[in-house]
């Protein structure tokens, strides 16, 4: 864990959104995933706003990288915890990392999948999907929901996708724990909301990140992360319990709900099916796990 102190040279004013962002979800910020893809780009937004940033992801190196560059543009305090969300020790050190700091927003952008036939893919690769994309996800948001609760105000953030609200062939097990997202998010956006806590469930198409070369996946159609990054933000405080950013991931949830579930299940499979070959392996997505 390295730590870079809150500094004071001049800085553009913030927008007036901006300034709303840090007001109510601010002064601290956590955001899993933060070393690539979306994690990286919504910690970068965060920091334009003036919110202080708590970089986690497995690649200590990057992550410092990152924070001095965030440091230096934007007159944040940054926190670096490399830590490998795959173990119940690397959800504790995020949490005793951030022990005393003021966080008032919580992003879970950390996460992996894999494509292919299941039966081809390594069972240890499959659970530790699950490890990172539930289970951590349960237990960060646990950690957290109670001090947004204790001090009253505050957001989370969890990423699911397009793909978690039908099974999908070839992704079989990475759209299971999507679909678990979605609903986890949903049932505690009710459940928080009298304390003054957010809670916001985005649900991103493919986006332009390390996840298609590493998965050998085609998206010509792909989303930029800084775009799913920012539309996610917008949407914090708003009616909205899903937030769906990016052209083609609106586009597949508004025709897709047309369908009943078993024509989603075999439509989404044939489009994964154009999307990979027999050469997939395990990827990581939007943001290092």
Same mark, same amino acid.
């Given at each position: 864990?390295? #730590? ?9 004013? =913030? ?59 934007? @007159? ?12 119940? &020790? ?5 949490? @005793?990392?951030?022990?005393? %700091? @003021? ?69 079989? #097990? ?17 459940? %928080?909301? =009298? ?8 649900? =991103?198409?493919?986006?332009? &990140? ?7 996946? #085609? ?39 047309? %369908? ?12 994964? &099916? ?7 392996? =395990? ?7």
């Amino acid at each position: 864990m390295t #730590t870079a102190s809150p500094a004071s040279p001049a800085r553009p004013a =913030p927008s007036r959104w901006q300034r709303e962002l840090r007001a109510h979800y601010g002064p601290w910020a956590v955001v899993t995933g933060a070393s690539d893809g979306i994690g990286r780009s919504t910690a970068t937004l965060l920091a334009e706003a003036g919110i202080h940033v708590v970089l986690v992801a497995r690649r200590g190196a990057v992550l410092d990288a990152l924070a001095d560059e965030l440091h230096v543009a934007h @007159d944040v305090g940054t926190r670096v915890v490399a830590a490998d969300l795959t173990s119940p &020790s690397g959800v504790d050190a995020v949490l @005793d990392a951030t022990r005393g %700091l @003021d966080v008032g927003l919580f992003v879970a952008a950390a996460g992996f999948g894999s494509t292919g036939h299941f039966v081809d893919r390594d069972l240890a690769d499959e659970l530790a999907m699950i490890d990172v994309n539930c289970r951590a996800v349960v237990a960060l948001s646990h950690g957290f929901a109670r001090r947004l609760e204790a001090r009253g105000a505050g957001g989370i953030v969890l990423f699911g996708s397009v793909v978690g609200f039908q099974g999908v062939p070839r992704t079989a #097990t990475y759209a299971a724990t999507k679909a678990f997202v979605q609903s986890f998010a949903e049932g505690l956006r009710l459940e %928080l909301k =009298p304390a003054g806590v957010q809670v916001l469930a985005t649900a =991103p198409g493919p986006t332009r &990140s390390g996840f298609a070369e590493q998965a050998s996946m #085609t998206m010509s159609s792909a989303a930029d992360a800084q775009v799913v990054a920012r539309a996610t933000l917008r949407s914090l405080g708003g009616r909205r319990s899903t937030v769906r950013p990016g052209g083609l991931a609106k586009l597949l949830g508004f025709s897709l709900i047309l %369908l009943p579930r078993w024509a989603r299940v075999r439509l989404m499979g044939t489009i994964m &099916s154009g999307m990979t070959d027999e050469r997939s392996r =395990p990827a990581t997505s939007g943001a290092d796990r």
